[in-house]
Each structure stands twice: as structure tokens, then as C-alpha cells.
């Protein structure tokens, strides 16, 4: 299979290139120009799998330069430090709700889904593209990629990594699993500003002739972690699958019958997964993109207009605090029919006027794939404490946001259709808002005795991952302008 630059079409690359190279140089995003298809005779066979085999099956196609046999080994050894051999299992809630629970891996989110595998897929790309020089991955983080990343990439011979996180932007479970991370070849640094600076300021370095330049001098090239790499996305891709297997197996859909996904988004990635799975031939009827009150997804897909000038609000689920979206990209690449020049005029747009529109046509095809709806702080807590009181299931304030939304979505159009439910952090990851939503948290209480409580109400165990934070000394104290990340990441290449 061949990628393409969204902004450049005559910048080709087969799977392992883009993976090693994480972003097109002129800073186009590699997208698919035609996508594999999938049966439901397939999908009915994929019931009797293995996570990692359903994994195996649906990357297999995509990831055509590798044989078979390596992408199912890559999968077999990406899963195994997962809490529970279903890897990502899907629980029965009231009301037709079905919630895939895409947190059971080392970090408590589900960036482990992708970036457990990752590593061993950009290893195994270097090997066949001849890249031998080190590979230098630089992260812009909402707070979970970063550790997710770092932990699948520490000690990685070949490759170092440095993370840039929002100072004042991310939960304390989520600062204290950065600054504590161990291993030879990790850095984690506190920017200066929100997400979308860092965001930014990453790209900008990725792009910058001057910096790849110096970074050869040091025998090194760069590549990307986050979900602008395509080995973040196609991994993705593969639990919706098996969540539908699930569904299946539990007597919540037939095979072939037609169900929703909602799905808590940020930067884009799962949701553009989602509809991937969906071109692939999961009979998906409609994907509810939600946000929280950084809603400017919402507002594009009722209007076709995207317009990140607004305000950017810290709240209660700091993964999904994001106003520009890198994955909407590839989305804009579908809907302009591949047409790359397209592409290149609306982001111009959105580079100099912070906003862009669509055509009536492209509107109108975004909207029959996708329903957007956004949920406030309030109505966030709320859900937290019905859903704990109604069905005893606890959930994180990122998966209510999409609590909500399939709500309001359900209410709105009258779709009763079976719903899946991307659940996409630990509840014990958010101990302290979480708390809040079902009783009143005295002033004393520290986020562990708020994650103790939790476990105590829940009776669901304290994971090891939050238990041991408590112990870690610091390790990274760096703090860095957001104009200034490159100084920040010299230490890393020179040490
Ligand atoms: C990253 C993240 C999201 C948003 O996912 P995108 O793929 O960026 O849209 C939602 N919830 C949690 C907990 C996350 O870590």
C-alpha cells in the first residue's frame, strides 16, 4: 500500500518509510489513498481470535511491506502488559450502551493501545527502510501520549525521545507519571503554554530544514509519536473490531447489524480510526465525535467552519483541551477527493486566520459520517455520579464527556441503535474529579487517599501503576518557553 502527503501527493511512502518518518517533511500527514476491506465473514471469524491475532488481521493489509508472520509477532509481543488477556474488553452497560475499555495498559490510558506497539513496528521499519542512523521522537503530549510514549520507548536501543507536556495543563496522576519516568534515553520537559503550543512548536521543529540539518550532524533524524505518525493510527483501528467481535459474542448486535460509535476526541486520532474501521466495512451507522467545552469540533461539523479563535478553557478531561486537531487533516483529505493543493489552501487558512471553511458539498459529506456534540464541566461531573449511582460502573472524565454526547445524540435523532462507547482513561487516573462527582472531597484528602476512597467505593483494585507513583523520586525537572523547545531537546541529542 502507498501513502501519500495530504499536502504534497507526489511524496510517496510505503508503510515503513511513513512510520520512520512520523510527518511528511513539507508537513503534509501521510494518509491512505485507498483503504482495505475487510467481510463479515471475516469479522464473524475474528470472534474466536485473540486480541492480538483480531489486531494482527485488520494491520496485516495495511502494513504491506511486512510479511504476515512479523505483524502478528509484533502484536503477540506488544500485548502482554495489559491487566486482563481480553487486552481491550467491552462491558454491557443499561440501555444498549456498550463500553470498550481501552485503558487496561501500563499508563491507564488508551494511547498504550498504539504506542505499546509502536516501537516495535519503528523498529522493525528502520530495519527494512535501511535507516541506521538513531531515531530522535519528539511528542507534543495533552497528558497521556506523553507517558504512554515514554514508556514504550525507553531503553529502546537506537532511539531516543523527549516529551513536552503543558505546564499547568495536565492532571497530577498524569505530571507525576512524566516526571518520575526511568530509562537512558527519555526526557520530559514542561512547556510554557497549552497543548497546542507544543503541539505546534514540535511540528515547527519537525519541518525546519536548519534543525534536520543539525541533527544529521549528530547521525540522527527525527520522527513523531503522536497520532500524526501512522503507526499511532492504524493500531487503532483494529479495537474497534474487536469491541464489534465483543458485542457479537455478548448478544448485543448480530453480525452485520448496523451500530454507533461515540467516541471522546481531542486531537482526532481514535475517531479517524473509527471511520477507518468503518471504510473498511464495520458496519458502523453513524460516529459521534464529542468534546468537552473546548468545543470548536462540535461547531465545524454542524457548520463547516472550523474556527480555533476562541478561548482555551483547562478542564476537568486535559486530553481532549485541544483547539487545533492534526487528524482532521487526513479527514479534509477524503472529503476534498484526495486533492492535495485542497488541503494545502485550507491550512494556509488555518495558519494565518486560525479558521477555515468548507464547501456545501464537503459539509454535507462530513455530516453523514460524523455527529458532533460537546459536553460541559457540569453536565461531566453529573454523568460521573448517575452512571456510578445507576449501572455501579465508574468512568473518568473524558469518557463522560462521551457519555454525554451519545446522550444528547440518542435524544436528538432518536437513533436507538446499539452504542459503543470509547472509554479512554483509568477512572483512577482523574481520582480527585472523579471523587468530586460522587461525594464531597475534604480539603485534606492528596489524589492517592482521593484513589484509595475510589477503590474503597468501587470495590475495584488500586492499579499498581497509580500505587507505585507514590514512591518515584522526580526525575526531570526541565520547564521550556513554548518558542524555546529546541534548546530543551539539545541535551538528549548531545548526551
Ligand atoms: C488522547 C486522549 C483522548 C483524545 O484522543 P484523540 O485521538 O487525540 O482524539 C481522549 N481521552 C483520553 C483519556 C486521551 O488520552
Known sequence: MIYVSTRDRSRQANAAQAVVQGISREGGLFAPLEIPSVSLAEIAAMTGMSYPERAAFILTPWLECFSGETVLRICRDAYTRFDTPAIAP?????????????????TLAFKDMALQLLPLLMSESARLTGET???????????????????????RP???????????????????????????NVRAVAVKGNFDDAQTGVKQIFTDPARQ??????????????????????PQIAYYFSAYCDMISQGQAAIGDPFNITVPTGNFGSILAAHYAARMGLPVHRLICASNSNNVLSDFIRTGIYDRNRAFHLTTSPSMDILISSNLERLLFELADCDDSRVRELMDELKSTGRYALSDGERQKMQQL????????????????????????????????AFCCADAYRRETGDGLPM?????????????????????????MDDFDCDERLSQLSGRALPDAIALLRKKPVLHTAVAEKDALWQAVLPLVKG
Not at 540539518?213 to 492504524?234: P, T
Open 370 to 401: 460524523l455527529w458532533g456534540g460537546w459536553a460541559n464541566e457540569d453536565q461531566v461531573l453529573s454523568c460521573i455520579g448517575d452512571t456510578f449511582r445507576q449501572d455501579r460502573y465508574l468512568i473518568d472524565p473524558h469518557t463522560a464527556v
Open 133 to 155: 542512523r538513531d531515531i530522535l521522537i519528539l511528542v507534543a503530549t495533552s497528558g497521556d501520549t506523553g507517558k504512554a510514549a515514554l514508556e514504550g520507548f525507553r531503553d
Open 158 to 184: 537506537g532511539v531516543k525521545i523527549c516529551v513536552f507536556y503543558p505546564e499547568n495543563g495536565v492532571s497530577e496522576a498524569q505530571r507525576l507519571q512524566m516526571v518520575t519516568q526511568e530509562g537512558g
Open 90 to 106: 467491552v462491558a454491557c452497560l443499561s440501555g444498549r450502551r456498550s463500553v470498550l475499555e481501552l485503558w487496561h495498559g501500563p
Open 420 to 444: 459503543l462507547i470509547a472509554s479512554t482513561a483509568s477512572p483512577f487516573k482523574f481520582g480527585r474529579s472523579v471523587l468530586r462527582a460522587i461525594e464531597d472531597v475534604p480539603d485534606a
Open 213 to 234: 540539518k543539525e541533527l544529521a550532524g549528530y547521525n540522527a533524524v527525527f520522527s513523531s509519536a503522536n497520532s500524526i505518525n501512522l503507526g499511532r493510527l492504524l
